[in-house]
Every structure is written in structure tokens, then in C-alpha cells.
């Protein structure tokens, strides 16, 4: 997989890799291949998940033709292991995809409960060690833990992708305290992967200090998907300036934004 290459004075940088997006954009349930391509083209995300694991109820999603379009749009594919429920169906899959995409990168879901599609956190680590002494750079989805990533961490992975909420559910961080200790706890780049469901949700977490946010539904689903993308696309490049930018303290009482002198200014003499 190639990285972006025109030039940025803030890239995102996973694995030692720069890429000018810090948005990733999932390729499922869209209406139909038409969109997806025109949605990927609007946001010029920095890659597109695929999953080996399709269904092929959905033409946009399935067969060679569905495969010929991620290659036409020209984006850094980033295989996942979605639908994994056993470590050894995860590793797997990742060695299938790395075949098949000839990277490797993986985006590592190991999924411990089909109800939320929660990570399951007891073997999550164990895979993703695996996954990385055999060469993988690892993207692991996970929940907004702060020992499991932790733990993510310590084993070698370069990155961690903690849940805002249950994949698909558009709820948005739904438990800000942990996702914000998380990003203070941890140095490595942190991007949050599912459960956003607007723009604004991507800007919060942006504003935070996450490095990114990877999403699927919340654009697929979209009445205009094309023009949801595009939203998504500003929101996190928005909430990126403002946290560079640095934040005014919040303050208990109101603030004048005008400083008060004394006399009104069309009494002042002027030289």
C-alpha cells in the first residue's frame, strides 16, 4: 500500500507512514457503487476498509467488480477482519487479506458479542501480538479501555482505534470521560472508530486531541452520502485546526469580549 504523497504540513503518521487525510472510510452498505465512488472522491479519505468476509446481497459490495473499484479509486485499502468471533478465525483472515491486498496493514476486529459487535477485550491483545511478530501493522479495534489499550500498546501496536459507541448506533461518544483520559493517558496516535453519527461528533473528538476517526454507516446511510462525506471530511479537518489552534479556558462567570475603560470611546480625544 502506497501513502499519500502531495505534500501536508500536518499529516497523519501511522506505522512511520504519512498520509494527508485523517479521515478512513469504511466501503460497505452504500446504495450503490456509483456513490461510493463519488462519496470516496468528496472526502479523499486517507484509506477505505474492505473486508474479505462480504456478503453478496448488496452489488456494491460484492464480487469482482466490487474489488475492481476499490483499485480504480486510487485509495490505500485497508483490509479488516470484520466478522472474526475466534482469534484463530482473526489471524486468518489477516494472512488471507494480506494476500490478497499484498499489504500489511489490518485492521484487527475480534468481535465478543453479537448484540453491540463489542471487541472482545480478554483475547484482543493475544491476536494483535500475534499479528504484529508476523509482520503486520495492526490497527486494533477496541473499546475506550485505558488498560486494554494500554496493553495494545505494550505489545507493539503503533496505533489504537477505541469505539465512540457500538458500531452503527450514530450515538457519538457516549462516554467522553474515559475517551478523553484515554487521549491524555496515551502518546501513540488514537483514532476513534465507530459509533459516529454526525459531523459534530467527528469535530469533538478531534478537538479532544484524537488523531482521526474512521466511519462507515453514519455516511453510507446518509440520505445524500456524497455530500455526508464531504461533511465528515471538513468536520475533521475542523476540529483538527481548532485543537492545534489551543482552546480559551472555560470560564464560571461571563467575560466582556470588549475591555471596559470607563468613558464611551466617542469621548475620547484624539491626537
Avoid at 4 to 30: A, E, H, I, W
Wanted: proline share 8%; charged share 15%.
Amino acid at each position: 500500500m502506497t501513502p499519500s504523497t502531495s505534500p501536508s504540513s500536518d499529516p497523519l503518521v501511522l506505522y512511520g507512514q504519512s498520509f494527508d487525510s485523517r479521515l478512513l472510510l469504511g466501503t460497505s452498505r452504500y446504495p450503490s457503487p456509483a456513490v461510493l465512488e463519488a462519496a470516496v472522491q468528496r472526502a479523499r479519505p486517507a484509506m477505505v476498509t474492505a473486508s474479505l468476509r462480504r456478503q453478496g446481497s448488496n452489488p456494491a459490495e460484492s464480487g469482482s467488480s466490487f474489488w475492481e473499484l476499490l483499485r480504480k479509486l486510487n485509495v490505500p485499502v485497508l483490509p479488516n477482519t470484520a466478522g472474526c468471533h475466534s482469534a484463530q478465525e482473526a489471524i486468518t483472515t489477516a494472512q488471507m487479506a494480506r494476500e490478497v491486498f499484498n499489504t500489511p496493514w489490518i485492521k484487527l476486529e475480534l468481535i465478543g458479542d453479537d448484540y453491540t459487535l463489542q471487541p472482545d477485550t480478554l483475547n484482543l491483545v493475544g491476536v494483535a501480538e500475534h499479528l504484529i511478530k508476523e509482520g503486520f501493522q495492526v490497527l486494533p479495534y477496541c473499546t475506550e479501555d485505558l488498560v486494554l489499550c494500554q496493553r495494545l500498546v505494550d505489545v507493539g501496536c503503533q496505533a489504537v482505534m477505541p469505539w465512540a459507541a457500538p458500531i452503527g448506533t450514530g450515538r457519538g461518544p457516549v462516554n467522553p470521560y474515559a475517551l478523553q483520559m484515554l487521549r491524555e493517558r496515551l502518546s501513540v496516535p488514537m483514532l476513534v472508530d465507530a459509533g459516529l453519527g454526525l459531523p459534530s461528533h467527528a469535530c469533538q473528538v478531534m478537538e479532544w486531541g484524537y488523531d482521526g476517526v474512521l466511519l462507515n454507516t453514519a455516511v453510507a446511510l446518509a440520505q445524500d452520502p456524497v455530500a455526508m462525506a464531504g461533511a465528515f471530511a471538513d468536520a475533521v479537518s475542523g476540529g483538527r485546526a481548532a485543537r492545534r489552534a489551543g482552546a480559551m479556558a472555560a470560564q464560571d462567570a461571563a467575560q466582556p469580549s470588549t475591555p471596559v475603560l470607563g468613558t464611551p470611546f466617542w469621548h475620547h480625544s484624539h491626537a
